[in-house]
T-cell receptor, first 114, second 111 residues
Framework: ETGVTQSPTHLIKTRGQQVTLRCSSQ?????VSWYQQALGQGPQFIFQ???????GRGNFPPRFSGLQFPNYSSELNVNALELDDSALYLC?????????????FGPGTRLTVT | DAKTTQPNSMESNEEEPVHLPCNHS???????IHWYRQLPSQGPEYVIH???SNVNNRMASLAIAEDRKSSTLILHRATLRDAAVYYC????????????FGTGTRLKVLA
C-alpha cells in the first residue's frame, strides 16, 4: 500500500510569484485535504476535495486554490505569494464513508517566500 | 467548530506511562475525539479515536470522561520514539471532515 507523497520537498519563491504543490493520495482514497502549518503552530485547514469537487474551505483567501484529479492526486495553487505564506504545506488523504475518517498525512512541502 | 485545550508541554521518563489530557467542554453529541501525533520533520500520524467508550489499540489507549468533556491519551510505556507533538481533535460526523488542530502538547521523553 503506497502512502501519501508530496512534491517538491522544499521550495523557495519570491513575493508576488505563484506556486503549485502536488500530492499523491493513498491508494483507494477519494478525499484530499490541504493544511498550512506555520512554525510552532498546529496545521490549519485550507480546503478539502471529494471526488474532484471542493467539499469545504477554511479561512483562506481565494488566491489559495486547488484541484483534485480523477486518479485522486491533487494540487494546491497559491497566487500572489506573500511572506506570511511561508510554511509547511501538508496534504492528507482519506476515504470518505470509510473507516472512521482517519486521515493519512504526507511529509509536507516546506515553502519559503522571500 | 468545537475547540480543545491541551497543556503546552509534558515530560516523561522512558518506560513509564504517560497521560496526556485534553479538555473539550463544548463537544457535541456526534463529535468524535481523534488523537494525532507529529514527530519532528514529519506530517501528523493517526494515533487513536473514540466516541463514548474507552478505546485501545497497539499504540495507545483513549479514556473518555463520562460527560465527554475531557479525554486522556495514555501511552503505556513511553519510549524515546514517542517524543512528538500530540494533538487532540474533535471531528464532526457531517459535512466537511476537517480537522481543527490546536497547538497540541509537546511530549519530551527522558532517557
Amino acid at each position: 500500500e503506497t502512502g501519501v507523497t508530496q512534491s517538491p520537498t522544499h521550495l523557495i519563491k519570491t513575493r508576488g510569484q505563484q506556486v503549485t504543490l502536488r500530492c499523491s493520495s493513498q491508494s483507494g482514497h477519494n478525499t484530499v485535504s490541504w493544511y498550512q502549518q506555520a512554525l510552532g503552530q498546529g496545521p490549519q485547514f485550507i480546503f478539502q476535495y471529494y471526488r474532484e469537487e471542493e467539499n469545504g474551505r477554511g479561512n483562506f483567501p481565494p488566491r489559495f486554490s486547488g484541484l483534485q484529479f480523477p486518479n485522486y492526486s491533487s494540487e494546491l495553487n497559491v497566487n500572489a505569494l506573500e511572506l506570511d505564506d511561508s510554511a509547511l504545506y501538508l496534504c492528507a488523504s482519506s476515504l470518505l464513508g470509510g473507516k472512521a475518517y482517519e486521515q493519512y498525512f504526507g511529509p509536507g512541502t516546506r515553502l519559503t517566500v522571500t | 467548530d468545537a475547540k480543545t485545550t491541551q497543556p503546552n508541554s509534558m515530560e516523561s521518563n522512558e518506560e513509564e506511562p504517560v497521560h496526556l489530557p485534553c479538555n473539550h467542554s463544548t463537544i457535541s453529541g456526534t463529535d468524535y475525539i481523534h488523537w494525532y501525533r507529529q514527530l519532528p520533520s514529519q506530517g501528523p500520524e493517526y494515533v487513536i479515536h473514540g466516541l463514548t467508550s474507552n478505546v485501545n489499540n497497539r499504540m495507545a489507549s483513549l479514556a473518555i470522561a463520562e460527560d465527554r468533556k475531557s479525554s486522556t491519551l495514555i501511552l503505556h510505556r513511553a519510549t524515546l520514539r514517542d517524543a512528538a507533538v500530540y494533538y487532540c481533535i474533535l471531528l464532526g460526523a457531517s459535512g466537511t471532515y476537517k480537522y481543527i488542530f490546536g497547538t497540541g502538547t509537546r511530549l519530551k521523553v527522558l532517557a
